[in-house]
Structure formats: C-alpha cells, structure tokens
C-alpha cells in the first residue's frame, strides 16, 4: 500500500501562471481532503471531495481555486493565476469512510510562486 | 462550524520531561480527536487518537485525555526524547462535520 501519493513534491510557478496539484488517495480510500499550510502556520481546511462530487468546498477561495475528483484518476487542486500569497504547502489527506475517522495525509505539495 | 484552539504554540522542554499540550474546541457534536505529528519537510503522522465515549487513552510514552463537558483534550508526552522534536496538531470533527486543526505546537525537546 503506497499511501497517499501528492505530486509534484516541489512546483515553482510566476505570477498569472496556473498551477495543478495531484493526489492519489490510498488504495480503498474514497474520500479526499485537501488543506493548506501557510509557513509556520497550521492546517487550514479546503475541500473535500468524493468520487466526483465536491461535499464541502466552505474553506476554498472563491476565485482561482478549484478541485475535482474524477471516476478516474488523482484528484486535483487547480490554481489559476496565481500570486505571491498562494505560496504555501497543500496537503492532501485521503479517508475510506465520510464522517470522523482517521485522515492520512501525503507528504505535501509546495509552491512557491515568484 | 468548529473552532479548534491549541496551546502552548511552542513549548521547550528538556529530554526526560514531560510535555503536555492543550486543545479546546466548539462545537458539541465532535466525537473525535486526533492527534498528528508532523516532521520537517512531511506530512501530518496520525500518532494517538480519541473518541468521545472514552475519557482517555494511552500508548506507550504517550497518552490524550478528554473533557467533554469542558470541551478540551490534551496530549501528555512523557519521559521526551529529541526525536520526540516536531510541531504537534490537535483536531476535532464529528460524523456530520469535516476535521479542523489547531494551530500547532512546535515543541523541543533539548538533550
């Protein structure tokens, strides 16, 4: 079992430039979380998404962000247009079951934006 | 929705001690508490957690405690070691609700 895989580990990206981040849950894990971790800060929740539908997208800006989980494939965190303030890690966390139970997280995503 | 406050936001000890952290939250409906561990550079580890029909918990070296009526658990870190060094998350959701953080922890412990 791989656990959660995010990619890239590393994005660089200018100002008005797009950037994608992917996560691959765990194998049997239908539920995705993505949160966002400012320097030195905590957790701050996002998104969470099941398989094509987005349940709770009550912590994610409401312009240039969006997320997806499709059928197939990873899901994915799109900034568009992005600026200097994006530049954080975002963390993906996947869970086999809705409600309380055990997050596990990947390893994180960071971007830093010029 | 539910507020989770953590504190201390640093805590230093010296290896041997303890290490206690303290968590609130808001919203009466959560009924679980996790707590993670995260290391420079990675991601949040799951290390203990808690559910509201039990008061507390243990592992080995590390143990939570939960007053629901008070709204507030705690992690205790005993006898730390320098490995024990990393930014510690506190957080809270209920089946109805998505898990919020606290703010972290950053505790060092000094050998």
């Given at each position: 079992?791989?656990?959660?895989?995010?990619?890239?580990?590393?994005?660089?990206?200018?100002?008005?430039?797009?950037?994608?981040l992917?996560?691959?849950?765990?194998?049997?894990?239908?539920?995705?979380?993505?949160?966002?971790?400012?320097?030195?800060?905590?957790?701050?929740?996002?998104?969470?998404?099941?398989?094509?539908n987005?349940i709770?997208?009550?912590?994610?800006?409401?312009?240039?962000?969006?997320a997806?989980?499709?059928?197939?494939g990873?899901s994915?965190?799109?900034?568009?247009?992005?600026?200097?303030?994006d530049?954080?890690?975002?963390?993906?966390?996947s869970?086999?079951?809705?409600?309380?139970?055990?997050?596990?997280?990947?390893?994180?995503?960071?971007?830093?934006?010029? | 929705?539910?507020?989770?406050?953590q504190?201390?936001?640093?805590?230093?000890?010296?290896?041997?001690?303890?290490?206690?952290?303290?968590?609130?939250?808001?919203?009466?409906?959560?009924?679980?508490?996790?707590?993670?561990?995260?290391?420079?550079?990675?991601?949040?580890?799951?290390?203990?957690?808690?559910?509201?029909?039990?008061?507390?918990?243990?592992?080995?070296?590390?143990?939570?405690?939960?007053?629901?009526?008070?709204?507030?658990?705690?992690?205790?870190?005993?006898?730390?070691?320098?490995?024990d060094?990393?930014?510690?998350?506190?957080?809270?959701?209920?089946?109805?609700?998505?898990?919020?953080?606290?703010?972290?922890?950053?505790?060092?412990?000094?050998p």
């Amino acid at each position: 079992n791989a656990g959660v895989m995010q990619n890239p580990r590393h994005l660089v990206r200018r100002r008005g430039q797009e950037a994608r981040l992917r996560c691959s849950p765990m194998k049997g894990h239908s539920h995705v979380y993505w949160y966002r971790q400012l320097p030195e800060e905590g957790l701050k929740f996002m998104v969470y998404l099941q398989k094509e539908n987005i349940i709770d997208e009550s912590g994610m800006p409401k312009e240039r962000f969006s997320a997806e989980f499709p059928k197939e494939g990873p899901s994915i965190l799109r900034i568009q247009q992005v600026v200097r303030g994006d530049s954080a890690a975002y963390f993906c966390a996947s869970s086999p079951l809705a409600g309380a139970n055990v997050l596990t997280f990947g390893a994180g995503s960071r971007l830093t934006v010029l | 929705g539910e507020n989770v406050e953590q504190h201390p936001s640093t805590l230093s000890v010296q290896e041997g001690d303890s290490a206690v952290i303290k968590c609130t939250y808001s919203d009466s409906a959560s009924n679980y508490f996790p707590w993670y561990k995260q290391e420079l550079g990675k991601g949040p580890q799951l290390i203990i957690d808690i559910r509201s029909n039990v008061g507390e918990k243990k592992d080995q070296r590390i143990a939570v405690t939960l007053n629901k009526t008070a709204k507030h658990f705690s992690l205790h870190i005993t006898e730390t070691q320098p490995e024990d060094s990393a930014v510690y998350f506190c957080a809270a959701s209920s089946d109805n609700n998505d898990m919020r953080f606290g703010a972290g922890t950053r505790l060092t412990v000094k050998p």
